[in-house]
């Protein structure tokens, strides 16, 4: 979800992605700080923190007037965040028994199966996208990611795919929704706006496609 190199830290990557994803801002406050930090003491993957963000802005996105950033400050996205957050411990507490043994899905297999039972929705609902979906049944979600940015990467891709196959008159309106002007979005650096445009791609094939629930 992030472009910031390797080496990043936690802090760094989730104000790198909340500020793109809020198309605006340059630094966090001291508050918004204070609740990263506490998200980082909890040792959980970024991706898991992102998500969180990620869908708080999705809902606000519709809400918001044009010009104003999408979200106010990382508080607004705290009660999704803490409940990815809490899904995700839940899930981890047995990642180190066998599959036998373990009595419940990881977060990562619980999400992977999610995704597909969504494209096997819109398999049904958009005919035309079916050998569509059937390809990425079959190719990027052959297997089940064993991490959450694993999971990141098959979600992305496959939305991404997705929009490529619609056509040319359903596509282009998604692409110009998605599309982040103002004076923000200049102050903006090259990697934070692909970072945001991306995002808003995503959000609007998903809204597209009636699969805001992923």
């Not at 500020?19 to 040792?43: H, I, Q």
């Not at 999705?58 to 044009?66: N, V, Y």
Request: glycine fraction near 4%; hydrophobic fraction near 45%; aromatic fraction near 6%.
């Amino acid at each position: 979800m992030s472009l910031l190199p390797e080496s990043a830290s936690f802090e760094e990557l989730v104000q790198d992605y909340f500020l793109a994803v809020r198309g605006a801002g340059l630094m966090l406050s001291a508050l918004d700080t204070e609740l990263l930090n506490s998200w980082a003491r909890l040792g959980v993957p970024f991706q898991v923190v992102a998500r969180g963000i990620a869908r708080s802005a999705e809902k606000a996105l519709w809400d918001a007037r044009p010009g104003e950033p999408v979200l106010r400050n990382l508080r607004a996205c705290r009660r999704q965040v803490d409940a990815e957050i809490k899904k995700y411990l839940a899930r981890s507490a047995g990642a180190g028994q066998t599959e036998s043994e373990r009595r419940s899905p990881t977060w990562e297999e619980t999400r992977h199966a999610r995704l597909r039972a969504t494209l096997e929705r819109i398999s049904e609902q958009w005919p035309t996208l079916a050998p569509t979906v059937e390809e990425l049944q079959g190719r990027v979600l052959a297997t089940v990611p064993e991490e959450p940015s694993q999971f990141d990467a098959q979600e992305t891709r496959v939305f991404l795919a997705l929009l490529r196959a619609l056509p040319f008159a359903q596509r282009m309106p998604l692409w110009r929704a998605a599309r982040l002007e103002g004076a923000d979005a200049q102050a903006m650096s090259p990697r934070s706006r692909r970072l945001s445009r991306r995002f808003r791609v995503l959000v609007q094939v998903r809204r597209h496609l009636g699969a805001v629930d992923t």
